[in-house]
């Protein structure tokens, strides 16, 4: 039978998931709403 203390006690985060959440939350990536945006301010411009 597991012992979840013991288990928890020897749990370590892994370092990969620390890496990728450094780089997505510091990056600036354009998403579908960056995009819409865009867009609508171009069509605005053309009326």
Known sequence: MLNFEEELEKF????????VEDI???SSMTDVT????ELLQESKSTI
Do not use: A, G
Not at 12 to 19: N, T, Y
Not at 34 to 37: A, L, S, Y
């Open 24 to 26: 997505v939350y510091n």
């Open 34 to 37: 960056d995009i819409v945006k």
């Open 12 to 19: 370590q985060p892994s370092l990969e998931v620390e890496k």
